[in-house]
Nanobody
Framework: QVQLVESGGGLVQPGGSLRLSCAAS????????MGWYRQVPGKQRDYVAG???????NYADSVKGRFAISRDNAKKTVYLQMNSLKPEDTAVYYCTRLVTMRGPSTGSWGQGTQVTVSS
């Protein structure tokens, strides 16, 4: 079970940007597919983006063209750059290890970080 710690959430106005970070504890990080999910109260946790060990990426249609996932294997960290944010992007964002870059999660989750998009 890999330990994951997210950071970077906060309050931002519509049209603004945030960058989320997720630091992993495992030395095997570089071989893992990693990704981000998000969840609003009362709804299921939804896939947002994934990246494999080669750096190939995949996105949910709702964020394609606005969000970018990346990784730094030396720092054992995965990032989610979120641009042109919309109120409907408001959610708790979770970092996870993925089975493939398209999901699903292997079940290793971070604690989550709140993103609120509001004027």
């Amino acid at each position: 079970q890999v330990q994951l710690v997210e950071s970077g959430g906060g309050l931002v106005q519509p049209g603004g940007s945030l960058r989320l970070s997720c630091a992993a504890s495992t030395s095997s990080f570089k071989i893992y597919a990693m990704g981000w999910y998000r969840q609003v109260p009362g709804k299921q946790r939804d896939y947002v983006a994934g990246i494999n060990s080669r750096g190939d990426t995949n996105y949910a249609d709702s964020v394609k063209g606005r969000f970018a996932i990346s990784r730094d294997n030396a720092k054992k960290t995965v990032y989610l750059q979120m641009n042109s944010l919309k109120p409907e992007d408001t959610a708790v964002y979770y970092c996870t290890r993925l089975v493939t870059m398209r999901g699903p999660s292997t079940g290793s989750w971070g604690q989550g970080t709140q993103v609120t998009v509001s004027s």
